[in-house]
């Protein structure tokens, strides 16, 4: 069933059309419908479209150019309203004038009053607003599955969640049992949900993008590589992946890594790095656990770029 904030844009256009209806129909009044009704077809589409290649940005908004919406993305009520506000006033205004009871005079003037009002109020809303409308964030439903940590992702993708929460919660289990994090989130979900309002992750909360990662097989991966903390803002490739693939072969997630190495592409230069990088790794899980956690630490703590 369509929920409340889907409905706010169609709704809001068939207030629109109905508002520029009211236009068109008042200049038919007034002008041959044989010429009126292909003249304002034109103008008025005209008129709209233009809006988005002008500054500043408020006549686009007052028009109801709302652009690009993203994944999860709704125009608040109010960027929904202005435009609302701006072509219903004008309509209302001359449906006034089509009272056939009061004074003509008095009629015109509330009528131009209804009218501007409506025009000076959408622009006053929008006169600040920069290119983007506000927006609201989040509107999709959502699918949550098990604990420790607790996963969510958009109700499509809900089929694959329990066993992605699964082995995201073991993945997280064995890097801790290794000594390579202490990460304990309490929630991970599906951040591509917020749109252009993207939030920040916190030591229990983590906003991942997962909705295309989830049916490609590779969202333990991006949990795996989030849990794993440099302590140094530069890292060079080969010590990157390096821990990346020891951690990745360690949860079960090497097919993953691969996937993601194939996507960031392999020319020569990065399929000699590989080849390194699989010999290191190989070297080191050849070794006791316990020097394997030395060697994740070492790897986790180190900024200066290794010599290939």
Same mark, same amino acid.
């Given at each position: 069933m /369509?929920? #409340?904030?889907?409905l706010?844009?169609?709704?809001?256009?068939?207030? +629109?059309?109905?508002?520029h209806a009211?236009?068109?129909?008042?200049v038919?009044?007034?002008? /041959?419908?044989?010429?009126?009704?292909?003249?304002?077809?034109?103008?008025d589409?005209?008129?709209?479209a233009?809006?988005?290649?002008? $500054?500043?940005?408020?006549?686009? %908004?007052?028009?109801?150019?709302?652009?690009?919406?993203?994944?999860?993305?709704?125009?608040?009520l109010?960027?929904?309203?202005?435009?609302?506000?701006l072509a219903?006033?004008?309509a209302?205004?001359?449906m006034?004038?089509w009272l056939p009871y009061?004074w003509?005079? $008095?009629?015109?003037?509330?009528?131009?009053?209804v009218?501007v009002?409506?025009?000076?109020?959408?622009?006053?809303?929008?006169?600040?607003? /920069?290119?983007?409308?506000?927006?609201?964030a989040?509107?999709v439903?959502?699918k949550?599955?098990?604990s420790?940590?607790?996963?969510?992702v958009?109700?499509?993708?809900?089929r %694959?969640l329990?066993?992605?929460?699964?082995?995201t919660a073991?993945?997280?289990?064995v890097?801790?049992?290794?000594?390579a994090?202490?990460?304990?989130p309490?929630?991970?979900?599906?951040?591509?949900v917020d749109?252009? +309002?993207?939030? /920040?992750s916190?030591d229990?909360?983590w906003?991942?993008? +997962?909705t295309?990662q989830?049916?490609?097989?590779?969202?333990?991966y991006q949990v795996?590589?989030?849990s794993l %903390?440099?302590r140094?803002?530069? =890292?060079?490739?080969?010590?990157? %992946?390096?821990a990346?693939?020891?951690?990745?072969?360690?949860?079960?997630?090497?097919?993953?890594?691969?996937?993601?190495?194939?996507?960031e592409?392999?020319?020569?230069?990065?399929?000699?790095?590989?080849k390194q990088?699989?010999?290191?790794?190989?070297? =080191?899980?050849?070794q006791p656990?316990?020097?394997?956690?030395?060697?994740?630490?070492?790897? #986790?703590?180190?900024?200066?770029a290794k010599t290939?």
């Open positions: /369509p929920s #409340l904030d889907s706010r844009l169609p709704l809001a256009a068939m207030v +629109l059309c109905v508002a009211v236009l068109g129909f008042a038919g009044c007034r002008v /041959p419908r044989v010429i009126a009704t292909p003249i304002v077809a034109v103008v589409w005209v008129a709209v233009f809006t988005s290649a002008v $500054l500043p940005y408020w006549p686009r %908004h007052v028009s109801g150019q709302f652009g690009s919406i993203g994944f999860g993305e709704v125009p608040s109010v960027a929904a309203g202005v435009p609302v506000l219903g006033g004008v209302a205004g001359l006034i004038l009061g003509r005079a $008095l009629r015109v003037a509330v009528a131009a009053a009218a009002g409506g025009v000076f109020g959408a622009y006053r809303t929008a006169a600040d607003w /920069p290119a983007t409308p506000p927006l609201t989040g509107n439903a959502m949550c599955a098990g420790a940590p607790r996963m969510c958009p109700e499509f993708n809900a %694959h329990p066993q992605v929460q699964r082995d073991k993945a997280l289990r890097l801790r049992d290794a000594g994090t202490s990460a304990q309490r929630l991970i979900t599906d951040g591509y749109g252009r +309002l993207q939030k /920040p916190t229990t909360v906003r991942m993008m +997962l295309r989830v049916p490609r097989g590779d969202a333990v795996v590589v989030q %903390h440099f140094c803002k530069q =890292v060079d490739v080969r010590t990157a %992946h390096s990346w693939l020891w951690a990745a072969m360690r949860t079960g997630q090497e097919k993953a890594y691969q996937m993601r190495r194939e996507q592409g392999l020319d020569p230069t990065a399929l000699q790095v590989e990088v699989r010999a290191d790794v190989t070297q =080191v899980l050849a656990q316990a020097e394997q956690t030395e060697w994740i630490r070492k790897t #986790l703590d180190t900024c200066e290939s």
